[in-house]
């Protein structure tokens, strides 16, 4: 990649990479010369311009590294998160078509057992292995000449609402991922080689690995942390000297409770931007960021699929509290069930025309879904815009749950929790939490009502457990005898969701 190679030869000594917690420092020239040749041993292994690879790793400079090679190997990398179970990353090794899953040590346990015809064709490679993985990047002599390809890009998976995972592809086009292009909106978050960029989250979610790539395009020193800690993220910014950054209103709340002593403790004038997203952010939560951190807090609304992004700055925000801003991707449409446009002030669905095309990988049906006879595209939100344009989230896609940032589809864990001979039928739904923003509830109906306990609850929640990622497993089960159907059997989850939003209001 252009970019990589030029800041290397500008800078090789410059951090590219710092673990946070220990240390470690990735250069751009070891950055430049690492990736460079574990492009071309992809490319050696038939790895041609468009196809692809998984990464299973946790968080740290290895990850950035190999997503590079990728990219510069004109591949497409698939993140898998680090809470799969085997079952779940064998469905998006299949669905993906990855020929090679770069992964660590720990997680080989859950790779072995895979069934062996999707594990034939994928290649395993573990970067811990020094005498496989270190002795390919390792390698003496110049960087290796690399064959003209469309950049590389991430390929992430989200669940639908059938609770298949679904892969969201972009096509592999030079002006999409390109620092300088007209239609990037990252261009306000002002990456350049004064830039020091902490990344608390997991770099498997779909915005903390394009902000970390982005930043290293541009010159900019990426501090990233193995797991999120409140005090830890504080300390990373004072010993760093971190300039921008982006969170989760979780983490908000989570920085927010630690003692006035300790928030004291830690020097944060370094910082210039702090970005948030993922999840609404309440009003009260974000005052009170903005009076400790003062006006450095941007909101953006985007999704994994790309499609359009709306942007607030701090002083927009305290004009318009609540908001999550005006369109700088794309055209903002608030739209109606018949399809027309909304006035100000009235709710529909959130769409947007003139942003990047996408499709969802092996599903045209969902990907029809998603557009509309105008050719604009939706992910499911439901929102209105202010007569000055700004845009305010109602509503979520369909039955959508976002806890600690993170999107939840519930119908995974309600197929799993059908499975169970005692269960009946079954509402997994997202109840107010104080910290999570939401936490993942199942509602449960018995073939046998008497039955209900707080032993079965537990069990149901094991039973869960042991099938899927936790994250998408209830963390609490209440009983109801009948959960509420159409006549032709469709579950109203909302008059569920809304039962539970009032007596929680009460």
């Given amino acids: 990649m252009t970019q990589l190679r030029q ?66 190997a004109g591949l497409y990398f698939v993140p898998l998160s680090t809470q799969l179970k085997t079952a779940e990353i064998a469905h998006i090794l299949g669905d993906s078509g990855a020929r ?174 702090a970005v948030h997203a993922a999840a609404p952010c309440p009003v009260h939560l974000k005052r009170s960021m903005l009076a400790w951190w003062g006006p450095i807090l941007w909101e953006y609304y985007a999704g994994s699929e790309r499609n359009g992004v709306t942007l607030i700055a701090p002083e927009e925000w305290l004009r318009h509290p609540g908001s999550v801003g005006r369109a700088v991707l794309g055209r903002l449409h608030i739209v109606d069930d018949n399809g027309d446009t909304c006035a100000a002030g009235v709710e529909g669905s959130v769409y947007f025309s003139g942003g990047p095309s996408f499709t969802y990988h092996n599903d045209p049906d969902k990907t029809a879904a998603a557009h509309n006879a105008q050719g604009w595209s939706t992910i499911g939100d439901i929102g209105y815009v202010d007569p000055d344009g700004y845009l305010y989230l109602t509503d979520r896609r369909a039955n959508m749950i976002i806890s600690g940032g993170v999107n939840i589809y519930p119908q995974e864990a309600e197929n799993c929790l059908l499975a169970h001979p005692l269960v009946a039928d079954v509402a997994v739904i997202g109840v107010p939490h104080a910290e999570f923003g939401e936490e993942v509830r199942g509602i449960v109906q018995l073939h046998d009502p008497s039955l209900a306990s707080s032993a079965l609850a537990l069990e149901l929640m094991h039973f869960c457990r042991e099938r899927l990622s936790h994250v998408k497993c209830p963390r609490s089960i209440d009983f109801d005898p009948l959960l509420p159907r159409t006549e032709t059997g469709k579950l109203l989850k909302r008059l569920v969701r809304d039962r539970y939003r009032s007596a929680t209001a009460r």
């Fill in 100 to 273: 090679v899953l770069l992964t660590a040590t720990q997680f080989l346990p859950l790779v072995r057992d895979i069934d062996k015809e999707t594990m034939r064709r994928i290649g395993v490679i573990d970067v811990d292995a020094r005498a496989e993985y270190e002795a390919i990047v390792d390698a003496s002599g110049p960087p290796p000449v690399l064959p003209h390809r469309p950049t590389g890009r991430d390929f992430a998976y989200s669940s639908g609402t059938t609770g298949v995972p679904k892969g969201i592809r972009h096509a592999l086009d030079a002006a999409a991922s390109s620092p300088v292009a007209a239609r990037d909106w990252l261009a306000f978050f002002q990456f350049g080689p004064d830039t020091t960029y902490l990344c608390p989250a997991p770099v498997y979610h779909a915005a903390p690995l394009r902000f970390c790539l982005r930043c290293i395009e541009c010159g900019g020193t990426v501090v990233i942390m193995r797991r999120f800690d409140a005090e830890a993220a504080l300390r990373a910014i004072a010993r760093w000297r971190v300039t921008h950054s982006q969170w989760v209103p979780t983490m908000f709340v989570r920085m927010l409770a630690l003692p006035q002593e300790v928030r004291r403790r830690h020097d944060l004038s370094s910082m210039r931007i």
């Fill in 7 to 72: 800041w290397a030869e500008r800078v090789p000594d410059a951090a590219a990479v710092v673990d946070a917690q220990t240390g470690e420092t990735l250069t751009y020239g070891a950055l430049h010369l690492r990736s460079a040749r574990f492009a071309l041993h992809l490319i050696d292994r038939g790895a041609t311009a468009g196809s692809t690879i998984a990464v299973l790793l946790p968080n740290g400079p290895r990850y950035l590294e190999v997503c590079w090679a990728a990219r510069r």
